[in-house]
């Protein structure tokens, strides 16, 4: 049953999340949440791994997230599911696409997707800020739609990483010889910098 959990969850996910990879992240967060696969931090790592390695953030998080839940057989169900859904409708779209490229209700159906877009991806944005940066988490309230902000450590702002995004700020738009360095350098040297503060913090 899992198998079909993981492929119908991110089934959904590939079919609505209308953006691209970052836009799936308010969707990875609801299965987290609903299925107890894993924890949102679990997530950010996820999201840190995604990055990094090569290939689309949306189908790389969908075979972590399988794997996590279910080993390989589980990364290769849920990337299936990703992927079904664009498959589908790009087959639809190359079989109409003559008749309906001038159509306007077709226009106005993207012009209307796009606030919905601009929104996934800005949410998934406001959390990973909020998860990286402070101790603010955005907890959903019992009963409620809407989630707020609650306090999950003692400090407000998680130092160590808002000195390593200004850092990393700093030298990727303000020195010109580290402007041409490839972003894998900068990925390498962050997960260096993480691995000393863990030893350090423990």
Partial sequence: MIYLQLFWE????????????????PFLQAIGES???????????????????????GINMATYVGFTAAGLPGAIVATIGEVTPSIIVILIV??????????PYVDRAFYGLRPASTGLIGAAC??????????????AQ?????????????SL?????LLLAALLLVLTNCVPKVKGFHPIVFIGLSAVVGVVFRFAGA
Avoid: C, Q
């Fill in 126 to 139: 406001v959390s990973i800020f909020l998860e990286v940066l402070t101790s603010v988490r955005l907890a």
């Fill in 142 to 154: 019992a009963g409620g739609l809407v989630k707020a902000p609650v306090m999950s450590g003692g």
């Fill in 35 to 57: 299925t107890g696969w894993y924890t949102y931090t679990d997530l950010m790592n996820m999201l840190a791994v995604s990055e990094s390695t090569p290939g689309p953030i």
């Fill in 10 to 25: 991110f089934f959904k996910t590939g079919l609505f999340a209308v953006g691209g990879g970052p836009a799936t992240l």
């Fill in 94 to 103: 190359a079989a109409v696409l003559h008749s309906f490229r001038n159509n």
């Fill in 157 to 161: 702002f998680n130092v160590p990483g």
